[in-house]
């Protein structure tokens, strides 16, 4: 099995800074996208943005040039650094990965992290 851990969550104020973590453990061969989605009250689970092993990102249009994701492919570990955030970026936070894992090489599974809550408020 694959476990998936984030960290960073909070409460901040209108332009502060959070960085999220997440860490990969377990039965991991290789992971190839890693990625953060968020779902406020009411609404629906949303990209906010991914990159692959190779270290190509992508990111959802309200976020571009206020968030930066990277990983550490040794670690398992993916970031997401978060400044100038907004109150409509109040939101749980999940962070998912594309996993193969040791006990079946045959397929990509899709895991996701149990979500770190992100509050922008004043």
């Known amino acids: 099995q694959v476990q998936l851990v984030e960290s960073g969550g909070g409460l901040v104020q209108p332009g502060g800074s959070l960085r999220l973590s997440c860490a990969a453990s377990g039965s991991i061969f290789s992971i190839n996208v890693m990625g953060w989605y968020r779902q406020a009250p009411g609404k629906e689970r949303e990209l906010v943005a991914t990159?692959?092993?190779?270290?190509?990102?992508n990111y959802a249009g309200s976020v571009k040039g206020r968030f930066t994701i990277w990983r550490d492919n040794a670690k398992n570990t993916v970031y997401l650094q978060m400044n100038r955030l907004k109150p409509e970026d109040t939101a749980v936070y999940y962070c998912?990965?594309?996993?193969?894992?040791?006990?079946?090489?045959?397929?990509?599974?899709?895991?996701w992290g149990q979500g770190t809550q992100v509050t922008v408020s004043s």
């Open positions: 990159i692959t092993g190779g270290g190509s990102t």
């Open positions: 998912n990965a594309d996993v193969i894992t040791t006990m079946d090489m045959r397929y990509v599974y899709d895991y």
